[in-house]
């Protein structure tokens, strides 16, 4: 007795070539298989190319986060004085850093000084945080002491004021001009408190890539904002930087136990969870719906083969009737439905990763047809369109559009080998 042929022998790829090659007037490949081809091409590039624009907006908000902020602030829960105003100043705050410095997993802790100001120059005003900051502190600032992008020398801070870019550009101020800044609380008089006004001299024009950053931010050096937001001998906060910034968390009840039971420790996370868990299900969302619309192009693979299988009749007949067995004729159409949906998962793959590699110079194309305008830093935070295209993504999306295109096939393909082959040459 002749052994029978293995799954997938190479006669049963020889006739499902056939059949895909085959004409349109030759009852071969229908324009609904292109539809699907199409289709699955799209969805992919649409879902690898959304992955990617997640991936990478995440990773800059995330960036500009860690780069430009404390990993974690540690302020006093404060004492309220005889009038019922709180007070929240740190005294001891020299005592304090060095004791959270001594943490591990801590890198640096440094005291700040913080207020708001209104910025003057030549007739234009913006308005101010300003952080008050040691010299050799603010260079640990990885989005801040970054030369590629900024103006000036770092080095020179001591002698002046660093400026975000946007503030900058909102005040029309560069290197060397000398910028106003106006305080309300200033001087306590006998006739009540008059503003503040002095004026610094611009040594320092730094960009660190969000918007709300860049646009409202300045640094002073620590002992001058100290005088003069009449904080002297004060601290408002301490700046925590930590190795590990995605799992800060685990050192907050070390931070709580160096600092006393007389402060409130704040996470990077605490201050953007909000955001981020926004993020997360958007993500899930957008996940889900695109998928639906891989669903949808896999079942346009359905409708093609149901329609091959049709034409194909006499043909399933004079096989069956030569000796091929139901599982022989049902994988040569599942090749003819996955092949299918392998090629649209492909060219999808390839149009996506390039999407993701090349989104800059695309972004420009668009935004200069568009005349510009497109992206708005003031709205979106952050400069530009980002993507990071991640293995993980790239086979979630490969493994989803495959899996589906194989599950549908498997029903026209079934049908096709339960085709009694009496019934299919009757007529012929």
Same mark, same amino acid.
């Given at each position: ?10 006669? &049963? ?6 059949? $895909?090659?085959?004409?349109?007037? @030759? ?49 006093? %829960? =404060? ?22 410095? &001594? ?43 970054? !030369? ?5 020398? %770092? ?8 400026? =975000? ?6 005040? =029309? ?20 408190? *008059? ?5 610094? @001299? ?18 002073? !050096? ?11 001998? $004060?601290?408002? &906060? ?7 910034? &995605? ?27 909000? /955001? ?7 993500? +899930? ?7 639906? $619309? ?5 079942? +346009?693979?359905? *409708? ?6 049709? +034409? ?42 390039? /999407? ?24 979106? =935070? ?28 498997? /029903? ?7 085709? +009694? ?8």
């Amino acid at each position: 007795m002749a052994a029978s042929p293995p799954p997938f022998a190479p006669f &049963e790829w020889m006739i499902a070539w056939r059949y $895909l090659r085959a004409r349109r007037a @030759e009852g071969g490949v229908s324009v609904m298989t292109w539809i699907s081809f199409l289709g699955i091409t799209l969805a992919v590039f649409a879902l690898i190319a959304t992955l990617a624009v997640r991936s990478g907006f995440r990773a800059e908000f995330v960036d500009t986060i860690l780069g430009s902020n404390a990993h974690v602030t540690v302020y006093s %829960i =404060g004492t309220v004085a005889e009038n019922g105003q709180v007070d929240r100043s740190i005294a001891e705050y020299d005592d304090l850093a060095a004791r959270l410095a &001594e943490v591990p997993g801590v890198t640096r802790a440094a005291p700040l000084v913080r207020g708001q100001v209104m910025a003057a120059f030549q007739g234009r005003n913006a308005g101010l945080e300003v952080y008050g900051i040691a010299p050799d502190d603010l260079q640990t600032l990885p989005r801040i002491a970054n !030369p590629e992008t900024a103006r000036g020398d %770092i080095t020179s801070f001591p002698q002046g004021i660093a400026l =975000g870019s946007g503030v900058a550009r909102e005040l =029309g101020v560069g290197i060397g001009d000398r910028v106003k800044l106006i305080s309300p609380d200033g001087v306590k008089t006998a006739f009540g408190t *008059s503003p503040r006004v002095n004026a610094y @001299e611009v040594t320092y024009i730094f960009t660190a890539g969000r918007y709300d950053i860049d646009r409202t931010r300045a640094y002073l !050096p620590f002992e001058e904002t100290q005088i003069y937001f009449n904080r002297e001998g $004060l601290a408002d &906060e301490i700046e925590v930087m930590v190795e590990r910034p &995605e799992q800060v968390n685990q050192l907050v009840p070390a931070l709580f136990a160096a600092a006393g039971g007389t402060a409130q420790v704040w996470t990077w996370q605490d201050a953007s969870g909000g /955001f981020l868990r926004a993020l997360e299900v958007e993500d +899930n969302v957008m996940f889900i719906i695109l998928s639906i $619309l891989v669903l949808i192009a896999a079942m +346009n693979i359905v *409708s093609g083969l149901i329609m091959l299988v049709k +034409n194909k009749g006499r043909d399933i007949g004079i096989l069956r009737t030569i000796g091929l067995s139901q599982g022989s004729i049902l994988r040569v159409f599942f090749i003819c439905g996955a092949f299918t949906g392998f090629l649209g998962t492909l060219c999808g793959v390839i149009l996506g990763s390039l /999407f993701a590699l090349y989104i800059d110079p695309i972004f420009s194309f668009v935004n200069l047809v568009m005349g510009g305008g497109v992206w708005d830093p003031s709205i979106r =935070g952050i400069y530009a369109l980002p993507a990071e295209l991640h293995l993980n993504d790239v086979l979630s999306a490969v493994a989803l559009s495959l899996g589906l295109s194989f599950i549908v096939t498997l /029903f026209p393909a079934r049908r096709a080998a339960r085709m +009694n082959p009496v019934e299919a040459l009757r007529y012929e």
